[in-house]
């Protein structure tokens, strides 16, 4: 089976996030970012819904440009299939948004709780990445649709580490890690 052009861009766009993500993760071990001492599984899940504000705030933002343009055309009317093409691209953005960062948000909660202060030091990492995806998931939907992959596949990736890292330790040290006992 051969790829058409666009499939071959898709490919090297999610490829090229792939090597950033590589990138991002291993300066983030290597540099001697600050370390915060959370001591407790409370204070992993407050530091971890903090930095998912800025997560939520890319969600946000892209509601106030679907009721700015609502507002601003004829498609103040969410019914109306008049002049639809106005918000048709950041409603599908909001969507998606709202779909990565509900997989990502529940994850990074649940990962924290197994992560030590080291691990901690990732949470902004993947905040910065999940940002960064949706920006330029956005700005590629806009540009051309197809220039989506970078910013869906940057997310996904991110998504991916932290699931995968889930089920790591699920597996290796179980639900009940770090919980006081009955």
């Given at each position: 089976?051969?790829?058409?052009?666009?499939?071959?861009?898709?490919?090297?766009?999610?490829?090229?996030?792939?090597?950033?993500?590589?990138?991002?993760?291993?300066?983030?071990?290597?540099?001697?970012?600050?370390?915060?001492?959370?001591?407790?599984?409370?204070?992993?899940?407050?530091?971890?819904?903090?930095?998912?504000?800025?997560?939520?705030?890319?969600?946000?933002?892209?509601?106030?440009?679907?009721?700015?343009?609502?507002?601003?055309?004829?498609?103040?009317?969410?019914?109306?299939?008049?002049?639809?093409?106005?918000?048709?691209?950041?409603?599908?953005?909001?969507?998606?948004?709202?779909?990565?960062?509900?997989?990502?948000?529940?994850g990074?909660?649940?990962?924290c709780?197994?992560?030590?202060?080291?691990?901690?030091?990732?949470?902004?990492?993947?905040?910065?990445?999940?940002?960064?995806?949706?920006?330029?998931?956005?700005?590629?939907?806009?540009?051309?649709?197809?220039?989506?992959?970078?910013?869906?596949a940057?997310?996904?990736?991110?998504?991916?580490?932290?699931?995968?890292?889930?089920?790591?330790?699920?597996?290796?040290?179980?639900?009940?890690?770090?919980?006081?006992?009955?």
């Amino acid at each position: 089976m051969a790829f058409t052009p666009d499939q071959w861009r898709v490919c090297k766009h999610s490829v090229a996030s792939f090597v950033f993500q590589l990138v991002v993760y291993t300066a983030a071990y290597c540099l001697p970012l600050p370390t915060p001492v959370l001591p407790t599984v409370f204070d992993r899940l407050i530091f971890t819904l903090r930095w998912l504000t800025l997560d939520v705030f890319t969600l946000f933002m892209i509601i106030i440009v679907v009721a700015n343009t609502r507002f601003s055309t004829s498609q103040i009317n969410p019914l109306s299939k008049k002049d639809i093409q106005y918000v048709e691209i950041h409603s599908r953005c909001l969507q998606n948004t709202l779909e990565q960062l509900t997989i990502g948000a529940f994850g990074k909660l649940a990962l924290c709780t197994f992560l030590g202060n080291e691990g901690m030091r990732y949470v902004p990492v993947m905040t910065f990445l999940f940002v960064l995806g949706r920006i330029t998931f956005w700005i590629g939907y806009l540009n051309q649709p197809i220039k989506r992959a970078f910013g869906f596949a940057t997310n996904t990736g991110v998504n991916l580490v932290i699931y995968v890292s889930l089920a790591y330790h699920l597996v290796v040290y179980g639900p009940m890690y770090g919980l006081a006992s009955w």
